[in-house]
T-cell receptor, first 113, second 113 residues
Framework: GENVEQHPSTLSVQEGDSAVIKCTYSDSASNYFPWYKQELGKGPQLIIDIRSNVGEKKDQRIAVTLNKTAKHFSLHITETQPEDSAVYFCAASITGGSYIPTFGRGTSLIVHP | GAGVSQTPSNKVTEKGKYVELRCDPISGHTALYWYRQSLGQGPEFLIYFQGTGAADDSGLPNDRFFAVRPEGSVSTLKIQRTERGDSAVYLC???????????FGQGTRLTVV
């Protein structure tokens, strides 16, 4: 089955700095890569996703990149704000199948004001 | 409500007891997923429903775990003879159909004492 590795497990930055979270996956058939943000006491919320037919996608301060050859993808947050503090999860899945995302172990992002 | 609703939000039970966790998906969503999240870990897949049927139950850890979705909407996750190792947050997610964005509920925190 799919295995998703995520690094770092914790990330501490100053407000205004950029943050980068990296993930690798094992199944070359995976073609859909969502990123979730989870705040304390809440369920994960989708913030951005990327499909295998594109290499990069951007939404305001958030961007994701995908390298299919190397089987890794990354989340980039620019101009971080304290409200970005949360746990971020990457995931990988195969669309056209059962579409069951396999999640990484999460990155706890702390943005210091 | 507009989102996925899970009840109860917290459940404390004694070792060996039976528990039921309920998930009300977003109205009209045909796909429903159960995940388990242990402290400091990413969500771990348990079971996926497409309509009333369990399309994939490969994530259920053993036969003490069972889930139903008799009318294709509300789902119940049932755990028999609970063990302390079952303590975790149980997350439910739903999506309009397979291969579309999954929306998570806030989870049920189960504590087995």
């Amino acid at each position: 089955g799919e295995n998703v590795e995520q690094h770092p497990s914790t990330l501490s930055v100053q407000e205004g700095d950029s943050a980068v979270i990296k993930c690798t996956y094992s199944d070359s058939a995976s073609n859909y890569f969502p990123w979730y943000k989870q705040e304390l006491g809440k369920g994960p919320q989708l913030i951005i996703d990327i499909r295998s037919n594109v290499g990069e996608k951007k939404d305001q301060r958030i961007a994701v990149t995908l390298n299919k050859t190397a089987k890794h993808f990354s989340l980039h947050i620019t101009e971080t704000q304290p409200e970005d503090s949360a746990v971020y999860f990457c995931a990988a899945s195969i669309t056209g199948g059962s579409y069951i995302p396999t999640f990484g172990r999460g990155t706890s992002l702390i943005v210091h004001p | 409500g507009a989102g996925v609703s899970q009840t109860p939000s917290n459940k404390v039970t004694e070792k060996g007891k039976y528990v039921e966790l309920r998930c009300d998906p977003i109205s009209g969503h045909t796909a429903l997923y159960w995940y388990r999240q242990s402290l400091g870990q990413g969500p771990e897949f348990l079971i996926y429903f497409q309509g009333t049927g369990a399309a994939d139950d490969s994530g259920l850890p053993n036969d003490r775990f069972f889930a139903v979705r008799p009318e294709g909407s509300v789902s119940t996750l049932k755990i028999q003879r609970t063990e302390r190792g079952d303590s975790a947050v149980y997350l439910c997610a739903s999506s309009l159909m397979r291969d579309t964005e999954a929306f998570f509920g806030q989870g049920t925190r189960l504590t087995v004492v």
